[in-house]
T-cell receptor
């Protein structure tokens, strides 16, 4: 049973809208990362937070933003949704060594 | 720039066979390498993690090896079962707490 919980599990949005995805990590997991996985591809790194500060970012535009909270929860926000943003979004957290992944949020943009 | 490649992209084998999945990476200065399993539409389950100083890790019917100098890893699955059908992802990190760089995965189908 994973200690990382993501919500919602599925989501349908219209192009141009904004979306917030949520992740709840285990206590003590100070590092949280977000990944985008398109169909048939490996996950791609979006960004990473450590103790509420962003400390790494992949090749994603600024309309992808995030927050990490003191209670080990985090958010991924995407503005001005595009059709290509349709993907499985994965959250992963770590206490320092090794990552635990959540089950993901399937986002469909129509 | 680190790139991770997995061959083959898809594999079908009869139940009971032993099989090997391959992974290669372009920059040998990795911190660790991890094998994940992903069921359709689901998240990732970590199978085995090999630190850069290690040569292999074993868990049940699974054995992962690492040859850092040649930039290769293999995942060996013994006595395959239909429940092993899934996508297997190889991934590396370059430093502690660093992002994970994934391959595209190998889709494995075990035929009953």
């Amino acid at each position: 049973e994973t200690g990382v919980t993501q919500s919602p599990t599925h989501l349908i949005k219209t192009r141009g809208q904004q979306v917030t995805l949520r992740c709840s990590s285990q206590s003590g997991h100070n590092t949280v990362s977000w990944y985008q996985q398109a169909l048939g591809q490996g996950p791609q790194f979006i960004f990473q937070y450590y103790r509420e500060e962003e400390n790494g970012r992949g090749n994603f535009p600024p309309r992808f933003s995030g927050l990490q909270f003191p209670n080990y929860s985090s958010e991924l926000n995407v503005n001005a949704l595009e059709l290509d943003d349709s993907a499985l979004y994965l959250c992963a957290s770590s206490p320092g060594v090794g990552y635990t992944f959540g089950s993901g949020t399937r986002l469909t943009v129509v | 720039k680190q790139e991770v490649t997995q061959i083959p992209a898809a594999l079908s084998v009869p139940e009971g066979e032993n099989l090997v999945l391959n992974c290669s990476f372009t920059d040998s200065a990795i911190y660790n390498l991890q094998w994940f399993r992903q069921d359709p539409g689901k998240g990732l389950t970590s199978l085995l993690l090999i630190q850069s100083s290690q040569r292999e890790q074993t868990s049940g019917r699974l054995n992962a090896s690492l040859d850092k100098s040649s930039g290769r890893s293999t995942l060996y699955i013994a006595a395959s079962q239909p429940g092993d059908s899934a996508t297997y992802l190889c991934a590396v990190t370059m430093n502690r707490d660093d992002k994970i760089i994934f391959g595209k995965g190998t889709r494995l189908h075990i035929l009953p």
